[in-house]
Antibody
Framework: QVQLVESGGGLVKPGGSLRLSCAAS????????MSWIRQAPGKGLEWVSY????????YYADSVKGRFTISRDNAKNSLYLQMNSLRADDTAVYYC???????????????????WGQGTTVTVSS | EIVLTQSPGTLSLSPGERATLSCRAS???????LAWYQQRPDQAPRLLMY???NRATGIPDRFSGSGSGTDFTLTISRLEPADFAVYYC??????????FGPGTKVDIK
């Protein structure tokens, strides 16, 4: 079945690094844009980063720009998030999600994020 | 930067009642880019609606969406026990690419 499974979360000290992975199965990973979204404890959803199916289009939230790097390996059906210079306010559950959007010739078409992983917890604390 | 505001923060209703959730954008947006998600406790979010009024695959027809410009509404016609959850609206935009509203919690009265 269609599935996303995140891994790589854990406890890290401020200033440290972590690399999150998201393994996709049950669909043609290389056809889809993908996003990372996070949720701090007891808080709402915050979009983090987005990558097109080929990897040629990448965006970041201002809160992580310059510290986080999104990437993908379509041969391995995997999405990654390299997180550097971690801060306490990066503490959250991190979800990867399949994005049904895509760029057409004249405009962007968006149909929502229809598949989500179960999340991986990142805790930044000394 | 477009800001999404959701109201009310919490909606206390009984099973069988109608729920009306509001999402307001700080400036006019295209309804094409407005989505709604449901998040049950300790679960990942679930896509409910896209394009403001289109139900995602497998979403029952008691869920409906409407709106345009700055004001959007998610309506649950008759609440079932599984519908008590937090609901987020989301916008695809230019900067940031995606924005989520703060959420509306629908809890049991």
């Amino acid at each position: 079945q269609v599935q996303l499974v995140e891994s790589g979360g854990g406890l890290v000290k401020p200033g440290g690094s972590l690399r999150l992975s998201c393994a996709a199965s049950g669909f043609t990973f290389s056809d889809y844009y993908m996003s990372w979204i996070r949720q701090a404890p007891g808080k709402g959803l915050e979009w983090v980063s987005y990558i097109s199916n080929s990897g040629s289009i990448i965006y970041y939230a201002d809160s992580v720009k310059g510290r986080f790097t999104i990437s993908r390996d379509n041969a391995k059906n995997s999405l990654y998030l390299q997180m550097n210079s971690l801060r306490a306010d990066d503490t959250a559950v991190y979800y990867c999600a399949r994005d049904l959007g895509f760029w057409g010739i004249l405009q962007y078409y968006y149909y929502g994020m229809d598949v989500w992983g179960q999340g991986t917890t990142v805790t930044v604390s000394s | 930067e477009i800001v999404l505001t959701q109201s009310p923060g919490t909606l206390s209703l009984s099973p069988g009642e109608r729920a009306t959730l509001s999402c307001r954008a700080s400036q006019s947006v295209s309804s094409t880019y407005l989505a709604w998600y449901q998040q049950r406790p300790d679960q990942a979010p679930r896509l409910l609606m896209y394009g403001a009024s289109n139900r995602a695959t497998g979403i029952p027809d008691r869920f409906s969406g409407s709106g345009s410009g700055t004001d959007f509404t998610l309506t649950i016609s008759r609440l079932e026990p599984a519908d008590f959850a937090v609901y987020y609206c989301q916008l695809y935009g230019s900067s940031p690419i995606f924005t989520f509203g703060p959420g509306t919690k629908v809890d049991i009265k």
